[in-house]
């Protein structure tokens, strides 16, 4: 039985960079298996600029999440900024995104971190403070820079990227959240040591016991505690760390591949961290119609998986054409060469009057 949460997504915004690096040269310069790229669906990542961070890509996407939320700064009761790549180790990003947006003073800030799931961990507290009356709006924002060791298997998709969203009850909404559930373990499979430039990883640990036992066992528990079967759900929407693992929780969960690739950031723009499921759960409401049930799974190393059942509204036609498209982004592409990219996230150290 579906218990309402009275809360919904009432605008949503995303920022894609321009600038592509190309997997396929990666794996040239690296010395790895030009069959790679294609065995992991991954064709490019997306990669932030030189002046481009986590707080000003995250910046854009909420700007336009509340453009079609249709609401002021002043009407955002709550900024949380959900990010494993923020510029400063001791000073919250929140508060330089909801300044620059002209949110009011009063509000509740705050950064989270949960490696990629920050930000689904976000909408679930918003929902709780909406439910309970404590916000009428809150903006949520999951944004991250390309963090890899050069040379490393992240290096193929570790991408940039932003996207936001509006939460406010479920009335106001162009999609209401119907359900959510979380399911969180102990499992150390990601991991970044203090004062380590770079994450590691436990290579295919991160796939199983990772990835997909606890996106997998997320989405039971909603099922269960819902009453709801994959049937009932026109799309669904997983992390997106590389091209396949998403179509692979699918058939674990006995999901039609159709339903899954609509939600698919294609071609790949890479693993946006705080941004990928999100991303894709834009990219489906832009394509949805009213009615449709989305089934939305976020993935935290660490680790942890919320799961979400969406209900788009008919006021989803309308908030479509008040920003631009991730289709678009997607489209609007320049390809950059590896020095380039080491250029732009300061991968080179100079000597610099040595």
């Known amino acids: 039985m579906v218990i309402p949460l009275e809360a919904g997504i009432r605008g949503w915004g995303v920022y894609v960079p321009r600038f592509r690096l190309s997997a396929h040269d990666v794996a040239t310069l690296w010395g790895y298996d030009s069959r790679l790229p294609k065995a992991l669906g991954i064709v490019e990542k997306a990669v932030a600029e030189e002046d481009e961070d986590s707080v000003t890509m995250g910046w854009y996407a909420a700007k336009v999440a509340i453009r079609r939320a249709g609401v002021s700064g002043e009407e955002i009761d709550a900024v949380f900024f959900g990010t494993e790549s923020k510029p400063y180790a001791v000073k919250p990003s929140a508060t330089i995104v909801a300044d620059a947006l002209g949110v009011k003073k009063r509000k509740l800030a705050t950064d989270l971190e949960f490696a990629c799931r920050a930000a689904g961990e976000g909408i679930r507290i918003s929902i709780g403070l909406v439910k309970g009356g404590l916000a009428q709006n809150t903006l949520v924002i999951g944004s991250d820079t390309a963090q890899a060791n050069p040379g490393d298997l992240l290096d193929f998709t570790a991408s940039s990227g932003a996207v936001a969203y509006v939460i406010s009850s479920a009335t106001n909404s162009v999609a209401t959240i119907e359900a959510s559930v979380t399911y969180v373990t102990d499992t150390p499979d990601f991991w970044r040591r203090d004062r380590s430039p770079y994450p590691e990883h436990a290579e295919i640990f991160t796939g199983e016991p990772a990835y997909f036992h606890h996106i997998v066992s997320a989405v039971k528990l909603l099922l269960e505690e819902t009453g709801l079967k994959v049937t009932d759900f026109d799309y669904a929407v997983f992390h997106q760390p590389n091209g396949r693992f998403p179509l692979q929780v699918a058939r674990l969960l006995g999901i039609p591949q159709e339903k899954v690739i609509p939600g ?91």
């Open 264 to 354: 698919l950031v294609t071609p790949y723009i890479g693993n946006t961290y705080n941004a990928s499921a999100l991303i894709g759960l834009a990219k489906v409401l832009e394509e949805a119609r009213p009615g449709n049930r989305i089934l939305v799974a976020t993935f935290g190393s660490g680790a942890g998986s919320d799961a979400f059942s969406v209900v788009v509204n008919e006021a989803v036609l309308e908030a479509v054409n008040k920003g631009p498209r991730v289709s678009d982004m997607i489209n609007s592409r320049v390809q950059i060469s590896y020095g380039e990219y080491s250029k732009f996230r300061g991968l080179l150290l100079r000597n610099v009057g040595g």
